[in-house]
């Protein structure tokens, strides 16, 4: 109750304190200068645009609308827009009043026409209080050569340092050896609960409807919690403000279309996107009867209407929607995602920004075998979210930015029915529905001490509820059911709070170099019912409850951050440390699908992370990219799994290299590379057999004692322009890619067998999915 | 439910076709030797039978080294039997022997030199009633495969008591499903209580030279009320023989049978009922 209290006095002092303070310190008079910066192009905001005066050196950067709002005392100054790829901008402005600036940045003309772009401000690396983090924008994306020419942002997220790929061509990713349930995935603040396609081969995100994309793997902002290891970030485009223009691609698996353009001008405007998978539309042509009718494809839509109503008012609406279509003789499978998201931005103020969100989310999959069959059945599973977030960013003084605010969501978890489609032999089996309050309120402070020590500091206060109505069962120590508890509609019968504090400090030792610290403290209320490294589609969410305690992080990690050769290299180093409580992971032979006593099945124990992440980072000329190696170990401990000694976390790859480049050999012709490496997954291979009922039993190492082969794989892609013509409407491109280009036959799989002609024999065999792959695409945009 | 389960890798599965295998060379450390017990007493009037045998590395390759001398009793707390040594290792009662529903039986093993740090195991198992099979039906299915399945369907009434049920199928007296990745095992969740009205207990892949049937073939299903852990030992021994993959598999892990002093295996007590169909023609 005690820490309660604090909490709120915390809240609520510390604005007004804060507040008190700019207002005294003032002698001279101060004022505002604020607005919007933009692409001159398309009209799109900004997110990230360093915007620095050239006399008190004070910056400030645009929040993720493009708004920005700096305090000057009165005086004559040049205002520096700045971010990289586009043209610095730099205004006079002499401050006697109030002054709104909207600002729009052009592409760099010195540079070739679509220059890689990474990072933001040229020196944003070393000056921004933000480590632990890595923003990509979707030209950087589009650049880097990809399985069967698919573009897709998980994947060059995975190429950054901390970050695994799951498994072999999984869009499932490993923070920091988190698992990939610990990634919070928003699309416009929407939660995606499952980020894959086609089992894991692709991401949900179409990369032409997607503007940026932000990956903390630390210093997660106190407006965003609910996951342990990371948030991934995305915004879509707002849609073309300036002209009606179109982006499309006809690939080797998919085509693409998108759309965006003003409907009011300079008011209103739209973006539709949509992609569809083709495969399957070739199968009419098989000789095979049973694959005619056989379907096998995933298509997603996004759609995005954006709307200034005043000076003071924006509204946005975004949508999103994808679905995964299989469809053979024993049956039909389904999956997906939507979500729905309402903005309202409001400037209160010149200082005081505002955004409200109402979000809708929901995942649903659906299996089904031919109906009619005695042994028909249908099978489906649904979760669903209705949010509301308010938001504050408050420029307080030219020291202190405050974010403040609040949100509340109401989570339904519908996790298995399963009934008979045929002539009754199945009774219909369904898990109970369970419900769930979460609620939270946030407030942060980043603070310029002095010129070189800038601090942020935060407090986020969590909320979870479980709400009836609702069954849940009670387990004894042996984790056997024993009776369960029956809690009527709007009964509140469990309520975990969690205090979340989150500090960062920026040092700067020079203009080159500075030190940085960060430490934070994240809890999760959901965990993925998934036992396997990858995972399927079918893996379903479950709540805390009283049974499922939270499980709780606290993270630690510092870095040294420096530019080289006038900010043409970014170099960085981070070590971390992670202390995790409350880990979820499952007993041996879990059984996790359609399972009323899931619960019964989880073993609770910790766990522990540590690592050292090195980047070097080329953002500018002809050839660019990055190089990055990663140190990273993880383990668990866990009472009643591999008989209470520590083991390797599922996703602990102590090694990890790479190299990631793209040579522009003329404004027509570019070429990538990248290169990686990472130590084999931890894995349980059997030391011994036994017989019996005929059959070789394997008897088994200690948990994860063992290792996967190395994984190492080279892409290579190669981009080829048309001739630009003046006054030419159509600009077409040609990419040619090769994936895993010198073969490497990487282990999916370990398995052991025994010997067809002689069953007392028994070897090792190991399953690989891709041998080298070329693709080719053609894209266009007009 | 394990058939879903299966029906749902085959679906998934079938989307990663593209995927390879190659036979791979990897060394493997050597745990230390365990006792390997196998053994079964069930209503039927036989000689029951107990296996002993001993573990050894993964890459053996050689048939189980047994365990001979052993002191095998098994007893329902009023009638002890003892089992003799035929072939080194395989314990047999006489063949007069039959288990009587609802009785517990306990196993008792007394090695003559120790094996993993014990010479006395023990074991037991409530031998649970099964409701005779009313009929079976084959129904041969062409859409599964190039060569089709035989689908074989059971008639009987569940009882209302949670249930865990083990087919085995032989065909002209000779048992098909002769080892354990073959055995077919299912819980009663979607019929508990019900008629089972043709429920599916057997798939007959019609390109297995061994499963192959002709029409007049006499096929058999026997069905054994095992109980819930010798369903759960045979299902994830199944699982671990099945093969590993990224998608669905959690970490491999050993097979808990229900043997003192760490010993592998499973002594189980089971009650059997039969029923015959003859495989008529298939109707393309």
């Keep these: 109750m005690q820490r309660l209290i604090s909490t709120l006095a915390f809240f609520i002092l510390l604005p007004l304190i804060l507040s008190g303070n700019s207002n005294n310190q003032g002698l001279q008079e101060k004022f505002i200068i604020s607005g919007y910066v933009r692409d001159q192009t398309n009209g799109e905001v900004l997110a990230g645009v360093t915007v620095s005066d050239n006399i008190l050196k004070r910056g400030t950067a645009t929040n993720a609308y493009g708004y920005y709002s700096i305090t000057l005392p009165s005086g004559k100054y040049e205002l520096q827009y700045s971010y990289i790829g586009y043209k610095t901008v730099r205004k006079q402005v002499d401050t006697d009043q109030n002054i709104t600036i909207d600002i729009s940045l052009d592409l760099a003309d010195n540079q070739l026409n679509e220059v890689i772009v990474t990072g933001k401000r040229t020196d944003e690396n070393v000056r921004s209080t933000e480590m632990s983090i890595a923003r990509i924008d979707s030209k950087t994306i589009g650049r880097i050569p990809a399985l069967l020419g698919e573009i897709d942002l998980v994947k060059v997220i995975q190429l950054l340092p901390g970050v695994q790929p799951t498994s072999e061509g999984s869009s499932g990713f490993s923070v920091r050896g988190g698992s990939s349930d610990q990634n919070l995935i928003l699309l416009d603040e929407a939660t995606i609960y499952n980020a894959s396609h086609l089992l894991g081969f692709f991401s949900v995100f179409n990369n032409d409807a997607v503007k940026d994309v932000t990956l903390y793997k630390g210093d997660i902002p106190t407006a965003y919690g609910g996951r342990l290891s990371s948030l991934l970030d995305v915004r879509m485009k707002d849609g073309n403000s300036k002209k009606f223009s179109g982006t499309g691609s006809i690939g080797t698996i998919s085509s693409k279309l998108t759309l965006e353009g003003p409907i009011i001008k300079d008011r209103t405007t739209f973006l539709l996107a949509g992609r569809r998978t083709y495969a399957d539309l070739f199968l009419p042509l098989a000789k095979d009867e049973n694959i005619r009718d056989n379907k096998l494809y995933f298509y997603d839509l996004n759609f995005k209407l954006s709307h200034v109503i005043d000076e003071n008012n924006r509204l946005f609406l975004s949508g999103y929607a994808g679905r995964d279509i299989f469809k053979n003789q024993f049956g039909t499978i389904g999956f997906g995602n939507r979500t729905a998201s309402l903005r309202w931005n409001h400037l209160f103020s010149k200082k005081l920004f505002f955004n409200m969100s109402l979000i809708y989310s929901r995942y649903d999959y659906s299996i089904g075998t031919p109906p009619g069959d005695e042994n028909?059945?249908?099978?489906?599973?649904?979760?669903?979210?209705?949010?509301?977030?308010?938001?504050?960013?408050?420029?307080?003084?030219?020291?202190?930015?405050?974010?403040?605010?609040?949100?509340?969501?109401?989570?339904?978890?519908?996790?298995?029915?399963?009934?008979?489609?045929?002539?009754?032999?199945?009774?219909?089996?369904?898990?109970?529905?369970?419900?769930?309050?979460?609620?939270?309120?946030?407030?942060?402070?980043?603070?310029?001490a002095t010129r070189n020590l800038t601090l942020k500091y935060g407090l986020r206060l969590a909320v979870f509820q479980n709400i009836g109505p609702g069954t849940y069962y009670n387990y004894d120590i042996n984790h056997t059911p024993v009776d369960s508890t029956v809690y009527h509609k709007g009964n509140i019968f469990n309520t975990y709070v969690s205090f979340e504090p989150r500090i960062a400090v920026n040092y700067l030792i020079n203009d080159k170099s500075s030190v940085k610290g960060s430490y934070l403290h994240t809890s999760q209320f959901f965990t993925l019912a998934q036992n396997s490294t990858a995972g399927t589609p079918l893996d379903v969410w479950f709540p805390a409850t009283p049974n499922v305690k939270p499980q709780l992080c606290d993270q630690l990690s510092f870095g040294y951050f420096r530019n080289l050769d006038q900010n043409k290299y970014e170099f960085s180093s981070e070590v971390y440390y992670k202390n995790l409580r409350n880990v979820i992971d499952f007993r041996d032979h879990a059984q996790l699908l359609l399972n009323q006593y899931l619960e019964g099945e989880i073993r609770i124990g910790s766990g522990y992370s540590y690592g050292l992440e090195t980047i070097i980072r080329k953002n500018e000329g002809r050839m660019t990219g990055w190089i990055s190696y990663t140190y990273s170990r993880s383990f668990r401990i866990i009472p009643e799994i591999n008989n209470g000694n520590r083991y390797n976390a599922p996703y602990?790859?102590?090694?990890?290299?790479?190299?990631?480049?793209?040579?522009?050999?003329?404004?027509?012709?570019?070429?990538?590379?990248?290169?990686?490496?990472?130590?084999?997954?931890?894995?349980?291979?059997?030391?011994?057999?036994?017989?019996?009922?005929?059959?070789?039993?394997?008897?088994?190492?200690?948990?994860?004692?063992?290792?996967?082969?190395?994984?190492?794989?080279?892409?290579?892609?190669?981009?080829?322009?048309?001739?630009?013509?003046?006054?030419?409407?159509?600009?077409?491109?040609?990419?040619?890619?090769?994936?895993?280009?010198?073969?490497?036959?990487?282990?999916?799989?370990?398995?052991?067998?025994?010997?067809?002609?002689?069953?007392?024999?028994t070897y090792a065999e190991k399953t690989y999915l891709f041998s080298v792959i070329p693709a080719i695409s053609y894209n266009v945009k007009f | 439910?394990?058939?879903?389960?299966?029906?749902?890798?085959?679906?998934?599965?079938?989307?990663?076709?593209?995927?390879?295998?190659?036979?791979?060379?990897?060394?493997?450390?050597?745990?230390?030797?365990?006792?390997?017990?196998?053994?079964?007493?069930?209503?039927?009037?036989?000689?029951?039978?107990?296996?002993?045998?001993?573990?050894?590395?993964?890459?053996?390759?050689?048939?189980?080294?047994?365990?001979?001398?052993?002191?095998?009793?098994?007893?329902?707390?009023?009638?002890?039997?003892?089992?003799?040594?035929?072939?080194?290792?395989?314990?047999?009662?006489?063949?007069?022997?039959?288990?009587?529903?609802?009785?517990?039986?306990?196993?008792?093993?007394?090695?003559?030199?120790?094996?993993?740090?014990?010479?006395?195991?023990?074991?037991?198992?409530?031998?649970?009633?099964?409701?005779?099979?009313?009929?079976?039906?084959?129904?041969?299915?062409?859409?599964?495969?190039?060569?089709?399945?035989?689908?074989?369907?059971?008639?009987?009434?569940?009882?209302?008591?949670?249930?865990?049920?083990?087919?085995?199928?032989?065909?002209?007296?000779?048992?098909?499903?002769?080892?354990?990745?073959?055995?077919?095992?299912?819980?009663?969740?979607?019929?508990?209580?019900?008629?089972?009205?043709?429920?599916?207990?057997?798939?007959?892949?019609?390109?297995?030279?061994?499963?192959?049937l002709s029409e007049g073939d006499t096929i058999t299903a026997e069905v054994n009320n095992i109980g819930k852990d010798y369903a759960n030992f045979i299902w994830d021994a199944q699982s671990e023989l099945f093969g590993s993959n990224p998608l669905f598999s959690g970490p491999p892990s050993n097979v808990k049978g229900n043997i003192s002093n760490g010993a592998i295996g499973f002594f189980a007590a089971y009650s059997v009922t039969r029923s015959k169909a003859i495989t008529h023609a298939i109707k393309r």
């Design chain 1, 652 to 761: 602990d790859k102590p090694h990890a290299i790479s190299i990631v480049t793209s040579y522009d050999f003329s404004k027509r012709l570019n070429a990538s590379a990248t290169w990686v490496y990472a130590t084999g997954l931890p894995v349980t291979f059997p030391t011994g057999r036994a017989v019996i009922g005929n059959a070789i039993i394997p008897i088994y190492s200690d948990r994860n004692a063992y290792r996967m082969t190395d994984y190492h794989r080279l892409d290579l892609s190669l981009t080829l322009k048309g001739k630009e013509k003046t006054g030419k409407k159509w600009h077409g491109e040609w990419n040619l890619s090769v994936y895993n280009a010198y073969n490497r036959h990487n282990s999916w799989s370990i398995n052991f067998t025994h010997d067809v002609n002689d069953p007392n024999v």
């Design chain 1, 376 to 448: 028909a059945f249908t099978w489906t599973s649904k979760l669903r979210d209705y949010s509301a977030r308010f938001d504050f960013t408050h420029y307080l003084s030219d020291t202190h930015t405050l974010k403040y605010g609040a949100t509340t969501t109401f989570h339904e978890f519908f996790p298995g029915t399963a009934s008979g489609s045929g002539n009754g032999v199945f009774t219909s089996f369904f898990l109970p529905a369970e419900y769930v309050l979460e609620h939270s309120l946030y407030l942060s402070d980043e603070f310029k």
């Design chain 2, 1 to 212: 439910m394990r058939s879903e389960k299966t029906i749902i890798s085959g679906l998934l599965l079938a989307m990663i076709a593209v995927s390879c295998t190659e036979r791979i060379n990897i060394d493997l450390d050597n745990s230390y030797t365990r006792l390997v017990v196998d053994g079964t007493i069930t209503t039927e009037t036989k000689a029951h039978k107990v296996i002993l045998s001993e573990t050894s590395s993964y890459f053996y390759n050689q048939p189980a080294p047994m365990v001979s001398g052993a002191q095998v009793t098994i007893t329902d707390g009023e009638n002890t039997i003892d089992l003799t040594e035929g072939s080194p290792g395989i314990y047999s009662t006489q063949p007069s022997v039959h288990g009587i529903p609802g009785h517990t039986y306990s196993l008792r093993i007394i090695l003559p030199v120790e094996i993993g740090g014990y010479t006395g195991y023990t074991a037991s198992s409530l031998l649970n009633p099964v409701n005779p099979l009313d009929s079976i039906r084959l129904r041969f299915r062409p859409e599964f495969s190039k060569e089709g399945f035989w689908e074989v369907q059971c008639y009987v009434q569940d009882p209302p008591s949670s249930d865990f049920y083990r087919f085995l199928i032989s065909r002209n007296q000779k048992l098909i499903t002769d080892t354990l990745q073959e055995w077919f095992v299912t819980d009663d969740r979607f019929f508990n209580g019900s008629y089972t009205n043709g429920a599916s207990i057997a798939e007959l892949d019609q390109s297995k030279p061994e499963e192959k």
